[in-house]
């Protein structure tokens, strides 16, 4: 005898499954993860699916699931455009909510909309800690979805009084497509005092900026034997895919990176290979 065809259930039916505390929380968030079609098309399904989102009393975990539902329905562009205003409305609510994991992800789905409202109190809460919603290192992060004067302006605030290590490095990488802030870049990559990684991101955005700064500075680098190993890898490698030929005064330099190729350690010799083969030295 063949087995019965388990009836899929209704939307009302999942609704009301997902509504019910009693039901384990696995339950409830199974039955939200069913729920990513009927969000676009069904309103009492995009209005149960928001409600749980923005419900404060509720489980953290179903409410991280509301959003994924949410979020999924999104990406279906056409069939959700009608309830983007509701989904926008209540993204804009869970940004100013007490649970941080919920308003962090809030903040970074509004930001990479480009959404307005989220870039003025990013920027809000940067220039006055007491009304930051978030930490000012991921702040910092989610301005770059849509760098401006103003997140320029805001970065270099950090950069020159950072409130820890982590928000000074990510003001300097949204500064990265600042063409305005080549001196900073050029100061910080001269500064032994700087972490590496500080170092690194200026020359990369030296790179993207000024090719030119950076080329000098990368010779410099490379020839002062108490800088670090790691830097003299960047800048070695920056120095070989740089588009421009040595000139007759880099003998010098050359001759350094000779002798890096059998002293230095082995990120640094394998970089002065490179470099030696691209100016003609196949030793």
Known sequence: MAKKTKTPRTTKQVLALVKDRKK????????LSEMSIAVCDKKSALEGVINILTDVDEEFEVREEALRTLQAASFSVVRFESSRPAYVAALRKVAKDENEALREQAFEILA?????????????GLKDPNKAKIAPERALQLLAYDSHADAYDVARHIFDDPPSKEAKREALRLLSSDSKAVKIFSKVLRDKAESTEVRQICAAALHSLEPKTLYRQAKQIVLDKTDSDNLHATCLSALTYFNEKLSDKDGKLV????????????????????????????D
């Open 24 to 31: 384990t929380v696995n339950d409830r968030i199974q039955a």
């Open 112 to 124: 990479a909309q480009q959404d307005g409202q989220v870039q003025r109190n990013l920027i809000k």
């Open 255 to 282: 001759d350094h990176v000779r002798e890096l190729k059998t002293k230095a350690s082995s990120k640094v010799k394998k970089r002065a290979s490179a470099f030696l083969k691209r100016f003609g030295d196949n």
